[in-house]
């Protein structure tokens, strides 16, 4: 079955009216043709049969959250999990040619990734989220003082102008006017945009994509704290208080969120905890594991990484003030955060950096341009090393030919 859909697209040039060669961020349209599968070629790897749904009342500004009964699944098929978009009939009314907009932002949520929560993703684009995420990363990783997703082109006066910009130029449009293409670049970009589409199965008469396992997701938004089941976060997550736990460890996310609910007596802030768990069954529970340890190391490694490494490159001074060491640790795990692509599958080894770069950040001040700590920067702050050190002192040691041997108890990395 043949499938429109725009996706975010990124390479470098000099586009018309402008003095030099920048950054590029439009809209690539493609033509995919989904394969089909019969329904019985696939078996349901996991459901719930509940959810949380919001009930408002039309004369008040009260509401309600309640549980409804409300089926939800996950299918496999080739080793692969998948969950449903929608029907195939419905496909002409999704927002499949929308490649920016809120629901696909770097630092949202997956669009219909929440499990317990939500009602789905009509009129939000499946796909574009993962891209962008991996796009934007790699332009933070490179900015100094200003942020190389605003300024490259086309831009706007924030996020939603942005946005709109960003969505109205399609490539193939813009593409034969822009001088000094970069090529090489336009080839990583095309081969992200396929990697993405691929993932799409048509089972039946439904559409589907391939998905991340579940997970208990702990989100902080201001001082409402929310647990909740969903699937994994697909690519480098910025907002570091935000994370996702194996579903066998709900009792260990129920431990974060109170981590995360309880202020320190300078705090003026009081903050509530929302529970959305529902029952479930797990049917083929090999393929809804997943390391969350060692996803969360990487995550803390390239973040103080990148952000120590942006920080030093306006401060000389402080990175000059650094000992041998540290900033060898620093310029290393750098470049292993450098040559990360989630969407590829090249991940940087950082995890031997962490406890170096914890050093760097706190010696740094704890810099953040554009990763998130949380509500309370100090404590999320302080939260974050303590967790980075915990994961890197439970690491397994991995050695040159790739096996993985158990950290003797008490030994440091």
């Given at each position: ?133 991996q796009v934007e990363f790699d332009l933070e990783k490179t900015s100094l003082s ?121 705090e003026d802030i009081e903050y509530t905890v929302s529970e959305y768990v529902v029952d479930y069954d797990a049917h083929l529970p090999e393929l809804l ?125």
């Open positions: 079955m043949k499938v429109e859909i725009s996706l975010p697209f990124l390479t470098r040039g000099k586009p018309k009216r402008c003095n030099s060669d920048r950054h590029v961020y439009v809209t690539m349209p493609v033509t995919v043709e989904v394969p089909e599968v019969p329904v019985g070629d696939t078996e349901v790897a996991f459901e719930t049969y509940e959810r949380y749904a919001l009930f408002a009342d039309p004369h008040t500004e009260e509401h309600d959250i309640l549980k409804v009964e409300a089926e939800w699944e996950m299918r496999a098929y080739d080793g692969r999990l998948y969950r449903k978009l929608f029907d195939v009939t419905a496909i002409g009314d999704a927002a499949f040619h929308i490649a920016f907009d809120d629901t696909t932002a770097a630092k949202a949520e997956d669009p219909g990734s929440s499990i317990s929560t939500g009602f789905g993703y009509y009129g939000t684009n499946p796909l574009a989220s993962a891209i962008r995420r200003d942020s190389n997703v605003v300024i490259a082109w086309p831009g706007g006066q924030g996020n939603i102008a942005r946005d709109r910009a960003r969505n109205a130029t399609e490539f193939t449009i813009v593409g034969p006017s822009i001088e000094n293409i970069d090529g090489p670049l336009c080839e990583k970009s095309m081969h992200r945009i396929e990697k993405q589409v691929s993932r799409l199965l048509v089972i039946g008469g439904d559409l589907w994509v391939e998905s991340r396992p579940p997970s208990w997701r702990v989100t902080v938004v201001d001082n409402k704290i929310s647990l909740h089941l969903a699937t994994a976060i697909e690519g480098f997550d910025p907002i570091l208080s935000r994370r996702h736990f194996p579903i066998d460890r709900l009792d260990e996310a129920r431990e974060y969120a109170r981590q995360c609910a309880t202020p320190r007596a300078s594991e997943f390391d969350a340890d060692a996803e969360e190391l990487s995550r803390i490694g390239y973040a103080l990484a990148f952000e120590s490494m942006r920080y030093a490159r306006r401060n000389h001074g402080w990175l000059d003030n650094l000992d041998g060491a540290l900033k060898s640790s620093l310029f290393s795990a750098y470049e292993e955060t450098m040559e990360t692509d989630y969407l590829r599958g090249q991940m940087g080894e950082v995890g031997q950096y962490v406890e170096d770069l914890c050093t760097v950040w706190r010696r740094f001040h704890r810099p953040t341009s554009w990763c998130e700590l949380g509500t309370a920067r100090a404590r999320f702050g302080d939260m974050l090393i303590k967790r980075a050190r915990a994961l890197a002192e439970n690491a397994p040691i991995t050695l040159g030919s790739g096996i993985a041997v158990e950290r003797p108890q008490g030994m440091r990395p």
